[in-house]
């Protein structure tokens, strides 16, 4: 009897290790990347930011408005500064298109980046992608040219895509933002993004996140543990503290969706609700779709719900704590109808209150598919949110993105520049105030007459051709 419980204990005992190797193995990334020595003590604090942006050239804003660097010239900028390695997210990868659509947005832009990042190769610099899109052409036409490329199976994952929009220059610079490579992002539609440099605690911790897709490849399930390279550096509850253009700030990468959270990372989510609750004066919101609904399909069925956190948040701050709150939405093709009802119900909480604000305006370029703004990001009194995603619930659920926010200290620029928070605030006002935006009701109208177009038009194709007898 002794001799057949010492055997069972035997057995569960190799059970056990074996599934504990199992879980090891099945790890991201068990060993980690190296790091080329750099920690979080050791890691440069005291960095540089600047504003990118791509202006169309339809749109002209007046001759006092805020300008910055132009995305083009950043990207390349970056490009000009690598040495080691550069690490790429995108969600698209068009740069070469020639569907250039109108002669006013030639891809020259897009050419010129692509054939840079080709020549990395002969100055001894690595070049790794990380993307959801195994049949992009110009990805293999990379892949032949020497680039490391990893692909993200997002439909085993969440039946998302990969939007995560950054780049990781030898591990001390970093762009994020909302455009993407394209040559579209880089002439025809308008984007935003910051690049910090030498910023290596940002870097690694952005890096980090890169880390996780690149170790995804071949996967179809997240595993239980994860490794120690790709957790969290910094997080709303330890953010860096560093200068940024010589002003005291803190920072954290944040990221999406709850899925590729491992321990220690702030959601994208509770990134935007912590600088909303944080807000005491205002609360500005440029993105190009808001829509607190969450579609999923479920055994063949559309089930769509209410995504509250943000719209909650939203309100709260307007009514309870005398926020202001504005939100620049695109009009574009592809702006729900809903939208609209959501935004009419948030101005409507104003009403009779005093010191409650809130207004919505739609920024509509020339046309409805060029100059769209594709800005997303926050800025209230306090601190900036530059993020990859759209407000709207699926893309927070099923989507992976990455956000950068930055929290300034009370103190002020030693050299008289405008702080980060500062100058947000002032392309916010500059896109507000240009004659690019409609009101709430003037976008509804031009919804609605589309929508009326669409149906005449489908029902002339359906009606039966009448037929006259001779």
Known sequence: MQSQQKCIAVFALVCCF??????????????????????????????????????????????????????TLGLNQLLDKAKLSVEIVSPEWALTSSDQGSRLYPAYQGQFLFQRLISLKSRGVRLKIASDQPNSTELKGLTDRYAEVRYVNMTAFTRGRLLSSFWVVDRKHIYIGSGGMSWKALSKLKELGVIVYDCSCLAMDLHRIFALYWQLQYRDYIPSIWSKRVTAVFSKDEPLELKLNNTDAYAYVST???????????????????????????VYISVTDYLPLVNRSLRGSAIIRY?????????????????KVRLLISLWANTHPLTFN?????????????????????????????????????????????????WVGSEFAFNAGAGLVIQESQSQPQDGQNSIVEQMTAVFERDWFSPYTISLQAGKNIVQESQNTWQKVQALKTKPESRESY
Not at 37 to 50: A, D, L, Q, Y
Not at 308 to 320: G, I, N
Not at 352 to 376: A, D, M
Request: with cysteine; net charge negative; glycine share 6%.
């Open 18 to 71: 074996a599934i504990l190797v199992a879980l090891i193995f099945s790890a991201v990334d068990v060993w980690g990347d190296e790091e080329d020595g750099v920690t979080e003590e050791n890691c440069s604090k005291n960095c540089r930011i600047v504003l990118v942006e791509n202006i169309p050239g339809e749109l002209s804003f007046n001759s006092n408005s805020t300008t910055h660097l132009s995305l």
């Open 256 to 282: 999406s969706p709850e899925l590729f959270c491992p321990k220690g990372r702030s959601r994208d989510i509770d990134a935007i609700r912590h600088l909303i609750r944080e807000a005491r004066r205002f």
């Open 307 to 323: 995504w509250s956190p943000v719209d909650e948040m939203l309100r709260e701050a307007a009514v309870l704590r005398k926020v």
């Open 342 to 390: 959501f935004m009419t119900s948030m101005q409507a909480l104003c009403t009779g209150l005093p010191g409650c604000s809130v207004e919505v305006r739609f920024y509509r370029g020339k046309e409805q598919t060029e100059g769209i703004n594709e800005n997303k990001f926050m800025v209230t009194d306090k601190a900036v949110y530059i993020g990859n995603l759209d």
